[in-house]
RNA sequence: GUGGGCGUAGCUCAGCCGGCUAGAGCACCAGAUUGUGGCUCUGGGGGCCGUGGGUUCAAGUCCCAUCGCCCACCCCA
């Protein structure tokens, strides 16, 4: 038998889902905290809206779409990212109609056709968030500062924030300009991957693994000397809100952002020690997008934290979200004509919200003992013909052993008692 | 899309140069304890040895293909 899902997807069995439950909570409760509401967008768009906002020429839309055509022949894709989607809301609802900013964030699945490695999967989760309609700079912070407070409120100790700006539509192409005369005399000795690159996109050329490549390029120029004044002074406020707000970043100007929209702040957070794919989560701003879209000229920033990642991170670093909890309340009966005595007792468990739970398997009390130990339950409710006679039920508390009678309409009141210590 | 490693019980893995009914630990079930857990002991169930083909008297073991997983490139969350 070798059923099992498509590559590159998993399931997030029973045992795992308390963790997944956890770090959503997490997630909502530190954007709601920033002035975040959620916003659910449908998981297919159509292809068209990915060429124009994530951009034809990045890997994503060449080569990592699932895209399929419906029954009208349309052609829609299941989203690889979460931004340009929400682009669309906003236009297609007019939210720029309403004060600005609006500030919003998602998290569900994405799906990219990628081959699956550590850290990545053909359908994964992201966490992210969106603010359309200001280019403050402390916006920027803003972001910048949510997605670090959620990796702190999460457990993460070890981490790392890089920052950079990548320029406007203005003055990137100057320092494109610069960047690739730098190069030119030095492509012959790069890798085979960056000599082609200094043609197609320069800027990629800096975040080269390759060592050697990345000793060829020691003395490459500075971006922000290219950058105009506006960018250069957007930065400079970016950096010192962040300094204001206490958050620690490391300038790289190696780092440049895959997706076409970006413009100005580009930031990722890596985590030490997950491999190869150690960005837990990464954005910037995208001032052209919306109108890239169709939409009015309208600037805007964000970020995305990949799921799966996160997980990776907190198991990397021992940080232990849910410690395991059990049933509550463990009811064992010694016979079957017992059963409806049994019964009783659960459903009044039930009601006052305690949670409990029995067997199903007519095994023995030593049995049903052994599960309700493994299950972890603080107190078992013995039901035998002693107790059936005498309309009593026997308790034990699992942790001392402690064990003794009581009147059965007194099962929910000596239960919390035990429940409380 | 490219390269490397690996697929044997629910899980982690052993199985040497091909040779008897395929093993261990953990987990599961039952009993020792005929009304009682966590420790211990005893027994038990469970494997088309990923799939298909080939070589051979004989394949878990060798060869090819295929699927899947892992790691890396690439890219990104």
């Known amino acids: 038998m070798d059923i099992s899902g498509p590559r590159g997807t998993h399931d997030i069995l029973p ?22 509401s959620e916003i659910r967008t449908p998981i297919f768009e159509y292809t068209e809206l990915f060429e124009r906002g994530v951009g034809g020429t990045t890997d994503i839309v060449q080569k990592e779409m699932y895209t399929f055509e419906d029954k009208a022949g349309r052609s829609l894709t299941l989203r690889p ?6 682009a669309r809301a906003f236009i297609q609802h007019r939210m720029y109609n309403q004060p600005q900013p609006t500030k919003m964030y998602y998290i569900g699945p994405m799906f990219r056709y990628d081959r699956p490695q550590s850290g990545r999967y053909r359908q994964f989760h992201q966490f992210g968030v969106e603010v359309f309609g200001t280019r403050s700079p402390a916006v920027d912070a803003e972001v910048i500062t949510l997605m670090v407070d959620i990796v702190k409120r999460l457990g993460l100790r070890r981490y790392e924030l890089h920052l950079n700006t990548v320029g406007c539509g203005n003055c990137r192409p100057h320092y494109r300009q610069t960047l690739t005369e730098f190069l030119r005399p030095l492509q012959a000795d790069l890798c085979r991957d960056c000599q082609s690159r200094v043609d197609s996109n320069p800027l990629r050329v ?7 490549c990345r000793e060829i390029l020691a003395g490459f120029p500075s971006i922000l000397d290219s ?19 206490g958050v620690q ?79 509550e309340v463990y009811v064992a009966f010694n016979s079957p004509e017992l059963e409806p005595l049994a019964n ?15 067997d199903y398997g007519d095994r ?3 049995a049903q003992m052994k599960q309700a130990n493994r299950s972890q339950a603080v107190v078992t409710v013995l039901i035998g013909e002693n107790e059936a006679k005498s309309g009593t039920y026997s308790l034990r508390d699992m942790d001392t052993g402690e064990q003794f009678e009581i009147e059965q309409n007194a099962l929910i009141a000596e239960i919390k008692k035990i429940l409380m210590k």
Request: one cysteine or more.
């Open 15 to 36: 045992d795992e889902i308390k963790i997944w439950h956890k770090m959503e909570q997490v997630l909502r409760k530190t954007a709601e905290i920033y002035g975040y």
């Open 81 to 86: 990212e979460g931004t340009a989607s929400c």
């Open 206 to 212: 800096l975040d080269c693994k390759e060592k050697r």
């Open 227 to 245: 950058i105009c004044e506006e960018c250069r002074e957007h930065f400079e406020r970016v950096k010192s809100v962040l300094d204001l707000y």
């Open 249 to 327: 970043y490391i300038l790289d100007e190696r780092l440049v952002r895959g997706l076409d929209y970006y413009t100005n702040t580009a930031f990722e957070l890596l985590v030490p020690g997950l491999g190869a794919q150690n960005a837990v989560g990464g954005g910037g701003r995208y001032d052209n997008l919306v109108a890239q879209v169709g939409g009015p000229d309208t600037v805007g920033i964000g970020f995305a934290m990949g799921m799966e990642r996160l997980l990776l991170a907190l198991e990397e670093n021992q940080v232990e979200l849910v410690d395991g909890e059990g049933v």
């Open 344 to 358: 009783i007792a659960l459903n009044e468990l039930r009601s006052a919200d305690i949670k409990a739970e029995r």
């Open 364 to 366: 023995s009390l030593r």
